[in-house]
Nanobody
């Protein structure tokens, strides 16, 4: 029902910043919970952050708290992930995801983007 396209990845030095964007299709964008996941080479995909449909509640994995910020602009059908103080261990492919189920912010995502590469050098 919704298509997601990530952008904004790239190469950055440790301590630097990147802002990822995820553009979505659909007239009911505001009804979706939106999340970001990441997957490093040889590792499983892990949850990074999510934001709710209406009240803007956010949830983060502990390793990114205080450094990453998720936000959404419903008028632009876009969700963002601002990443500050990047570390080499943040290197991964980052995926945008969406779902309508408002429960369990780390699970149950139905729609996925193709991913964007983030590489942090030391």
């Amino acid at each position: 029902q919704v298509q997601l396209v990530e952008s904004g990845g790239g190469l950055v030095q440790a301590g630097g910043s990147l802002r990822l964007s995820c553009a979505a299709s659909g007239r009911t964008f505001s009804t979706y919970v939106l999340g970001w996941f990441r997957q490093a080479p040889g590792k499983e995909r892990e949850f990074v952050a999510s934001i709710s449909q209406s009240d803007g509640r956010t949830y983060y994995v502990g390793s990114v708290k205080g450094r990453f910020t998720i936000s959404r602009d419903n008028a632009k059908n876009t969700v963002y992930l601002q990443m500050n103080s990047l570390k080499p261990e943040d290197t991964a492919i980052y995926y945008c995801a969406a779902k309508t189920d408002p429960f369990l912010p780390t699970k149950g995502y139905d729609y996925w983007g193709q991913g964007t590469q983030v590489t942090v050098s030391s």
